[in-house]
Each structure stands twice: as structure tokens, then as C-alpha cells.
């Protein structure tokens, strides 16, 4: 069993920057490929960045690309999303998810757990 918690979502202006949190528990974070997703309303959810095991090798989207980075800290069973250059199309509920013990990298692994999501809000 797998808990993942979402936290550091809020609301900021256009520009701004956000760190998202994801802390794990309960496996071997290390292990595990992880990424983040979004759903903004009436839309449907999109893959926003992925990362591997080890935090070598990383996925984003096309349109996250240069503005969002996502980092993992094993010891800390902790995986980032540091978002930057914020615009009111980026507002959405952001989720993580983890899979069970895979060294592949989406989309070549299939989550098996999801957290609860946490809110950002891009103001205009």
C-alpha cells in the first residue's frame, strides 16, 4: 500500500512561481516511477511531468516544457514540481501518481496509485 499527499498548490498571479509537493509512503520511493498530472474543469487530464527511479530521466508535456521542472528526493520519499512563469491556463487540480516498482518512465509504466490533488490558481 501506497499514500501519496499532495500539498503547495494555492493561488498566485500571472508569473508567479509554485512548489508542488508529493510525499510517499508506505513502499520503496526510490523504486518508483512518479509524475504529475492536471485537470482543469471541463477538461479532460492531462500528463503534465513524469520522472524515473532515480530522477535521471524525466518527461514533460510540450506545453510545461521550460517553465515546470520535476525533481524527486528519495531520502525524503518526496517528489517536486516547481512551476514557473505561471499563466491562467495552468490553473487546475494537479495530482501525483506513483506506480508499484517499475525503472521505466511514462508513458511505459502504468500508475497504480493516485493522490488527492491539490489546487493551483492562476489569477489574471
Known amino acids: 500500500q501506497v499514500q501519496l499527499v499532495e500539498s503547495g498548490g494555492g493561488l498566485v498571479q500571472t508569473g508567479g512561481s509554485l512548489r508542488l509537493s508529493c510525499a510517499a509512503s508506505g513502499g520503496t520511493f526510490s523504486t518508483k516511477a512518479m509524475g504529475w498530472f492536471r485537470q482543469a474543469p471541463g477538461k479532460e487530464r492531462e500528463s503534465v511531468a513524469h520522472?524515473?527511479?532515480?530522477?535521471?530521466?524525466?518527461y514533460y508535456a510540450n506545453s510545461m516544457k521550460g517553465r515546470f521542472t520535476i525533481s524527486r528526493d528519495n531520502a525524503k520519499n518526496t517528489v517536486y514540481l516547481e512551476m514557473n512563469s505561471l499563466k491562467p491556463e495552468d490553473t487546475a487540480v494537479y495530482y501525483c501518481?506513483?506506480?508499484?516498482?517499475?525503472?521505466?518512465?511514462?508513458?511505459?509504466?502504468?500508475?497504480?496509485?493516485w493522490g488527492q490533488g491539490t489546487q493551483v490558481t492562476v489569477s489574471s
Open positions: 501518481a506513483a506506480d508499484t516498482d517499475s525503472y521505466s518512465l511514462y508513458p511505459l509504466v502504468t500508475y497504480d496509485y
Open positions: 520522472i524515473n527511479w532515480n530522477g535521471r530521466s524525466t
